[in-house]
């Protein structure tokens, strides 16, 4: 059974661009969630999608922004990325909402 | 608000010694618990979870964690640890709040644990 699969693995970007991320989760869970970890906050909640609908956000300014598709992968857009954006972004997939089972390596965003 | 405490930041163990990393959370009307384990350059990987039931849950690679409510902790041990156990490790909540607000999943800092042979 494939894992959750996020692509790219590395994207390097400059401030004031935008990025687009994509998480497939594993087959048949339809639950997907986002999490940024960097250093100094650690690991901090983004959202979580269930069913194509966004169930609960976390404590980010509206540039950070997501969807789910009928297929339930999901996408991450970030809009004028600024240098504090730099981070390991996870997402993770789950049968159930609120239980985050398994997740992906993540893509590792910089920007300069 | 929920919140999430690792009281150790770094935990150092010789081989096949017995650990425990800290867990404490701030209470909610309802609450899950879950350990994460994380390897350098990867993802995190789920090691138990507690959603209601017994209040001792056994995970994967060995460990266990109990629940005590009364305490609002949820200690992460294992009885013999190994050098691949080297790892950072997460403490995690996620609950709905007493006016019903969707589950939202909180992280503890994580502790650093190293086995040294």
């Known amino acids: 059974k494939a894992g959750v699969t996020q692509t790219p693995r590395y994207l390097i970007k400059t401030r004031g661009q935008q990025v687009t991320l994509s998480c497939s989760p594993i087959s048949g869970h339809r639950s997907v969630s986002w999490y940024q970890q960097t250093p100094g906050q650690g690991l901090q909640f983004l959202f979580e999608y269930f069913s194509e609908t966004q169930r609960n956000k976390g404590n980010f300014p509206g540039r950070f922004s997501g969807r789910q598709f009928s297929n339930s992968r999901s996408e991450m857009n970030v809009s004028t990325l600024e240098l504090g954006d730099s981070a390991l972004y996870l997402c993770?997939?789950?049968?159930?909402?609120?239980?985050?089972?398994?997740f992906g390596d993540g893509t590792r965003l910089s920007i300069l | 608000a929920q919140s999430v405490t690792q009281l150790d930041s770094q935990v150092p163990v010789f081989e096949e010694a017995p650990v425990e990393l800290r867990c404490n959370y701030s209470s909610s009307v309802s609450v899950y618990l879950f350990w994460y384990v994380q390897y350098p350059n990867q993802g995190l990987q789920l090691l138990l979870k507690y959603l209601s039931g017994s209040t001792l849950v056994k995970g994967i690679n060995g460990f266990e964690a109990e629940f005590n409510k009364s305490q609002t902790s949820f200690h992460l041990r294992k009885p013999s640890v190994h050098i691949s156990d080297t790892a950072e490790y997460f403490c995690a909540v996620s609950g709905r709040g007493s006016r019903g607000s969707n589950y939202k999943l909180t992280f503890g800092k994580g502790t650093l644990l190293t086995v040294n042979p």
């Open positions: 993770a997939s789950s049968m159930t909402e609120g239980q985050p089972q398994h």
